[in-house]
């Protein structure tokens, strides 16, 4: 959505594919049509008749979805700017990815390709860490991802990951301990810059082990500049380690309390939750979804929008509940009339089945809390939790994180 009203408001049109019928871009969107985006056929067929009708279709571009291979190969068709074919394929395949860091020299966790769970057992042992991370190499939104801290848990979880997997493929990963930082960087040539920058949330988020949780982030970060500057020089080199020479380069870094900055991985694609749709427009005054629409249409992105106009305090926040039928949700025209919540959307309804939550995908709904401060939006946040109550199979329940 944010991206099509993005374009629009730039005087463009768009043409959008969503193999879900009901999704909301397609009701606004310019052009549309119910095709699933991976099946290229269908959507080729789609973009040639729209050119046959004189419809001047100049780009393709994502938000959110992890699908750069996709428009690699659309751009390649078309002669359009993205990502080249190769780039496409290591970005979405985590352990090409990483063979193609640690050949570059950028500082990763350790890593390996595991075909079963004496494998892991084997590599851990090796090691020498505490905790590992066991997850699909072509995954995203957390499906699959597990850490590991007992070797009780390696066949669930490597199973876990297997099932997950499209291509049969499972990674294991160091975990490294530090504050993990998300980025957004806009390449174009050889010129980079990384206006996306957010401190992720994990803390309070141990009851969801062994799933890795994430519950948010914040704008802006509270890492000095110095740091700062040092993970913008990692994921912009990054980006160029992975063929990313027109485009968005979206960056997952920690930052180890010993070895500094470590990159675990980079998508060359625009994140989803709510990262340059609010986090960063409403902290900063910059919406670089611009930029990346301009370089998919081949035109050099405008570096003077790239730069901040303010700063304030903004979060998102997730809801979390435990399995069952959702009845009722009390509390929304409280924080409705909230000022500084800009942003509250549910995705369950009332008589919908509320699985047990596993994945990104499944949590319950989001907030988003802009203030002038990191504590005044803590206290809305706060309010915001305690307010809203769910009705779950007869019993009520807040939206916090399991503890």
């Known amino acids: 959505m944010f991206m099509i009203n993005t374009a629009h408001e730039m005087g463009l049109e768009t043409a959008v594919v969503d193999g879900n019928s009901l999704a909301e871009g397609l009701k606004i969107s310019t052009y549309s049509e119910n095709i699933d985006f991976s099946k290229l056929d269908e959507v080729y067929t789609y973009i040639d008749n729209l050119l046959k009708n004189g419809v001047n279709i100049c780009g393709v571009s994502t938000m959110g979805s992890d699908v750069p291979h996709l428009i ?3 751009s390649d068709r078309y002669s359009w700017t993205g990502p ?3 780039t496409g394929e290591i970005t979405t395949n985590k352990y090409l990815m990483k063979l193609r ?22 590599y851990w042992s090796n090691w020498n860490c505490e905790k590992i991370v066991i997850k699909p190499t072509d995954s995203a939104g957390s499906r699959g991802v597990s850490l590991i801290h ?20 499972v990674i294991m990963e160091e975990y490294l301990d530090g504050l993990q930082i998300s980025t957004e960087s806009i390449i174009y040539n050889n010129k980079s ?22 519950n948010g982030g914040w704008v802006p970060s509270i890492v000095t500049p110095e740091i700062k500057n040092k ?20 960056g997952d870094v920690v930052i180890h309390p010993r070895q500094g900055p470590m990159m675990i991985e980079m998508a060359a694609r625009l994140s989803g939750g709510d990262f340059c749709e609010s986090l960063v427009p409403l902290g900063t005054g910059v919406n670089y979804v611009k930029a990346a629409i301009k370089i998919a249409l081949g035109e050099e992105p405008d570096w003077n929008e790239l730069t901040p106009k303010f700063q304030k305090a903004v979060a998102n926040r997730y809801f979390f509940l435990p399995p069952g039928k959702l009845e009722t949700i009390r509390g929304i025209k409280e924080i409705n009339d909230t000022n500084e919540i800009s942003k509250l959307k549910f995705f369950y309804e009332p008589g919908d089945s509320i699985p047990l939550i596993e994945n990104h995908g499944q949590r319950v709904g989001v907030m988003v809390v ?9 206290k809305i946040t706060d309010f915001a939790y305690n307010k809203l109550n769910f009705k779950i199979d007869g019993k009520w329940y807040k939206g916090y994180p399991k503890k």
């Open 72 to 74: 690699a190969k659309i």
């Open 84 to 86: 080249s074919l190769e």
């Open 101 to 122: 860091l640690e050949e570059k020299g950028i500082p990763i966790p350790k890593f390996t390709l595991v075909n079963s769970p004496e494998e892991i057992k084997s």
């Open 150 to 169: 007992d070797l009780r848990n390696i066949s669930n979880a490597f199973h876990h990951a297997l099932y997950n997997s499209k291509i049969g493929e």
């Open 193 to 214: 810059i990384t206006p996306g920058f957010a401190d992720r949330v994990y803390e309070g988020m141990e009851g969801y082990w062994p799933q890795i949780m994430e």
């Open 231 to 250: 993970v913008c020089q990692l994921v912009e080199s990054t980006a160029f380690a992975l063929g990313i020479e027109k485009g968005v380069a979206k």
């Open 370 to 378: 802009v203030d002038e401060s990191r504590e005044k939006v803590q």
